[in-house]
């Protein structure tokens, strides 16, 4: 795979004589044989033989049965993480999300919502809020979209792909940023819409998000 320089023919004489009483094979003649790469043998007081991981794994496969179990079963575990850190990207954005948003509505709640309000008023509020945010990120509200999906279940947040999320995510905390600075709704959705752009921009094509995919 790796040594387009590897000699075949002298692999296949080594390979007809493996197992003959005289047959002996040092790395030295190996390596000087048939070219191979990986692996390293000198003589001498400092000398000995070192060999690339692959290589040294194989060797240990060989002899012993219990190792090569134990590389069989530790290369599914690792498969199965990747696996399921793959399949959990989208879920682990859009709980960061929602971590986020516990700032956001804490900003909303010192800032915009009066002192004695009812707890209907308050999600009234929040509601606009939230709706910020999804105007500034999806151009519209959460309402305009069901009215357009009345089949599609969640919400609006639900199908949103991965870049999406981690710009909502950035999008919360800049929000509470801005009411914390005295801005309109008007101008925050304004920087916003800006924001969610420019990092969108920035965001499609990136590996480390593709990588979540």
């Known amino acids: 795979m790796y040594n387009p320089n590897f000699k075949p023919t002298e692999f ?8 003959l009483n005289a047959f002996t094979l040092s ?7 048939t070219n191979a790469i990986g692996i390293i043998s000198k003589s001498g007081r400092y000398g000995g033989t070192f060999a690339h991981k692959d290589l040294a794994f194989k060797f240990a496969s060989w002899i012993s049965v219990e190792f090569e179990l134990y590389i069989v079963k530790e ?10 850190r793959l399949n959990s990207g989208w879920n682990i954005q859009r709980t960061l999300a929602k971590i986020n948003y516990h700032i ?17 008023q308050a999600n009234t509020v929040y509601a606009s809020e939230a709706d910020i945010l999804n105007v500034a990120l999806f151009g519209k509200t959460a309402q305009q979209w069901i009215l357009e999906n009345p089949n599609t279940k969640g919400n609006i947040r639900d199908i949103a792909t991965i870049e999406q999320l981690v710009v909502l995510s ?31 921009k920035s965001l499609f094509g990136n590996k480390q998000i593709l990588k979540l995919k």
Do not use: C, M
Request: proline content about 3%; hydrophobic content about 35%.
């Open 75 to 84: 290369f599914q575990r690792l498969k199965e993480e990747e696996t399921y």
């Open 104 to 120: 956001h509505t804490d900003a909303i709640k010192e800032h915009i919502i009066p002192s004695i309000i009812t707890i209907e």
């Open 170 to 200: 950035n999008l919360e905390s800049i929000n509470a940023l801005l009411i914390r600075q005295g801005l309109s709704q008007q101008e925050r959705l304004i920087q916003l819409n800006q924001t969610a752009i420019i990092q969108l």
């Open 12 to 19: 296949e004489g080594f390979r007809k004589e493996a197992g």
């Open 27 to 33: 790395p030295q003649k190996w390596v000087n044989s």
